[in-house]
């Protein structure tokens, strides 16, 4: 799927009951929806080295056990980096919940990934096969349609 989806997803996340269990829940749902396309960095390598890193390594089974880890990490450092310097007083973080959120948010994106006909590489770096859902387009305006109209309606104030 695109980034735009993966956001919208992360951020319908956001508003629900989830991100009152802890402080920056809403970032680790948006960001963590988002993270496994780190291999985008490759594209700044060369096309071909970008082409044979494209939903492999970052979207097997070994870094979505990783990543939540490093996002949550990433998060308490800076909760602790700017703790003294926020004004008023912050929701209280709760690093088991935090890192719960962050799985959650983190396996969302290979889920939608495998939706579409590009497919991906759940078995990376073991295994270096295809899966494919064949159910969405990569870019799928009904999904952003369906994903941002639900952020819109949970973030109006009338009807």
Same mark, same amino acid.
């Given at each position: 799927?695109?980034?735009?989806?993966?956001?919208?997803?992360?951020?319908?996340?956001?508003?629900?009951? $989830?991100?009152?269990?802890?402080?920056?829940?809403?970032?680790?749902?948006?960001?963590?929806?988002?993270?496994?396309?780190?291999?985008?960095?490759?594209? $700044?390598? &060369?096309?071909?080295?970008?082409?044979?890193?494209?939903?492999?390594?970052?979207?097997?089974?070994?870094?979505?056990?990783l990543l939540p880890?490093?996002?949550?990490?990433?998060?308490?450092?800076?909760?602790?980096?700017?703790?003294?310097?926020?004004?008023?007083?912050?929701?209280?973080?709760?690093?088991?919940?935090?890192?719960?959120?962050?799985?959650?948010?983190?396996?969302?994106?290979p889920s939608l990934?495998?939706?579409?006909?590009?497919?991906?590489?759940?078995?990376?770096?073991?295994?270096?096969?295809?899966?494919?859902?064949?159910?969405?387009?990569?870019? &799928?305006?009904?999904?952003?349609?369906?994903?941002?109209?639900?952020?819109?309606?949970?973030?109006?104030?009338?009807?």
């Open positions: 799927m695109d980034p735009i989806t993966h956001t919208l997803l992360g951020a319908a996340l956001a508003q629900t009951p $989830l991100r009152q269990k802890t402080a920056y829940a809403s970032a680790a749902l948006i960001i963590g929806a988002n993270l496994p396309d780190i291999d985008g960095i490759a594209m $700044l390598a &060369d096309s071909d080295t970008a082409l044979l890193l494209r939903r492999g390594w970052t979207h097997g089974i070994a870094t979505i056990l880890l490093v996002l949550t990490g990433a998060l308490v450092l800076w909760n602790r980096l700017t703790k003294h310097t926020s004004r008023g007083e912050s929701p209280s973080l709760h690093i088991g919940a935090l890192l719960g959120l962050s799985y959650l948010a983190v396996a969302t994106h990934d495998w939706l579409n006909n590009y497919g991906m590489r759940w078995l990376m770096p073991f295994d270096g096969n295809w899966f494919y859902g064949d159910a969405v387009f990569i870019v &799928d305006p009904w999904m952003w349609l369906l994903l941002g109209g639900s952020v819109f309606l949970s973030r109006s104030r009338r009807w």
